[in-house]
């Protein structure tokens, strides 16, 4: 898989680089290696997981000297098992040390969330439902993480404010209630606009399914409920389960039929999947 837009790519990594080199840049380096020294290193995963962020991890090498020889050895959503090389870097030891936090910070996060990713979308393959992200990412990395949910196998859900209508329990709260929100949402919806709203009822469901939307999201309900949610929308729009989910409940959610489960946790609570840079001084080997 391949990141959409570099010039964001560019302007996400290039503002990490200036957050790390500070005021007057890597002074160790500086400090212990001599200029004109050269060194190949290599990016090794340290642990089995699947990989994404490898395009953020040749950017910041890249960014820092555009001299740089960096040759990827695996692609983005491809599994890894502890050992295997994911690229080689060659070029001003300088730079590849300046560029290495940066680089494996982003490879290293994004790969564990798109690890993370597969485990739930393997746990619920025998089953139709489809594992979706959420807004809750970290500010101003929002792109890149979603991208690494994509390259775990699963879907993004809407990336901002402005991408759909998701009527949430607060906005029901304050239009007034379900049908007053519904109403005003497709009064206002243009043609190419999805309404999506959010309910933890039977009884607000059934108000859903009479007035009409295009997905309902059915929220911390029980399998059971969940499964009786479901027959009840009878195929009319698409339910997507949220609330209460993680690998040891996604399987039992997802067998009641829904069609998407969206997962928070995909974005705020992934482990880095560990991943090092080995050098090696002198350049070619």
Do not use: W
């Amino acid at each position: 898989m391949h990141f959409g837009n570099p010039l964001l790519l560019a302007d996400i990594v290039r503002a990490a680089l200036a957050e790390d080199l500070g005021r007057t840049g890597d002074i160790t380096s500086a400090a212990c290696i001599p200029a004109d020294r050269r060194a190949r290193a290599q990016l090794v995963a340290r642990r089995d997981g699947r990989l994404a962020g490898l395009e953020a991890a040749e950017a910041a090498f890249r960014l820092m000297d555009g001299g740089i020889r960096f040759t990827a050895h695996r692609q983005d959503g491809e599994a890894l098992r502890a050992g295997d090389a994911l690229a080689t870097v060659e070029g001003p030891a300088r730079t590849i040390l300046a560029a290495e936090r940066v680089a494996l910070n982003f490879v290293g996060r994004l790969s564990g969330i798109a690890t993370l990713t597969a485990a739930y979308v393997a746990e619920v393959a025998h089953t139709r439902a489809r594992i979706c992200d959420t807004r809750k990412t970290t500010p101003g990395l929002r792109a890149l993480e979603k991208y690494a949910v994509a390259c775990g196998g699963g879907l993004n859900h809407r990336f901002g404010l402005d991408d759909a209508i998701l009527i949430k329990d607060n906005h029901i709260a304050v239009a007034g209630g379900v049908r007053p929100a519904l109403r005003a949402a497709k009064a206002a919806a243009g043609h190419l606009v999805k309404i999506e709203i959010e309910v933890d009822t039977l009884e607000q469901l059934a108000e859903v399914i009479e007035e009409g939307a295009d997905v309902v999201m059915l929220d911390n309900m029980p399998p059971a409920m969940l499964a009786e949610a479901v027959a009840m929308v009878g195929g009319r729009m698409r339910t997507e389960a949220s609330g209460g989910v993680d690998l040891s409940t996604v399987r039992a959610i997802a067998e009641t039929g829904v069609d998407a489960i969206s997962v928070g946790a995909l974005t705020h609570s992934a482990p880095v999947l560990d991943i090092g840079l080995d050098i090696a001084v002198g350049g070619a080997p």
